[in-house]
């Protein structure tokens, strides 16, 4: 008995790590591209960040929680029309998606438009 116990602890215990490490690959995998990943928050970042913002913006960001709530706040103060609860929604989205402990954004390789560097 205590044998299957154990057993199912474990099998529990790996579907779990496995059901972590595909969050973090999802959150990893969101953030590099651009990406805002599907979250009850995403139509009010949606709706007040990309007013002025572009996502690949916000994606590039690593913040911890408390550099969230100061940016959030700094663009209230520049006219973002947000709530305080509004607000509070979206550091925590922000705040869990794009931290300081992701690994730096890659930098998109886009070519140069022909003729937009003069030639040596």
């Not at 973090?24 to 590099?32: F, G, R």
């Not at 730096?104 to 937009?116: E, I, K, T, Y």
Request: glycine residues 8%; aromatic residues 6%; hydrophobic residues 40%.
């Amino acid at each position: 008995m205590r044998a299957l116990l154990a057993t199912g602890l474990l099998l529990g215990a790996v579907a779990w790590g496995q059901h972590a490490a595909q969050a973090d690959e999802a959150k990893t995998a969101a953030s590099a591209a651009g990406d805002l990943p599907e979250d009850p928050a995403r139509p009010l970042v949606q709706g007040k960040c990309l007013l002025c913002h572009t996502a690949d913006y916000i994606t590039q960001q690593r913040l911890t929680e408390g550099q969230w709530q100061s940016t959030v706040g700094k663009m209230r103060k520049f006219g973002t029309p947000a709530s305080d609860e509004e607000a509070k929604s979206m550091v925590a989205y922000l705040a869990r998606y794009w931290s300081a402990d992701l690994p730096p954004p890659r930098s998109p390789l886009v070519a140069l438009p022909r003729g937009s560097v003069p030639r040596k």
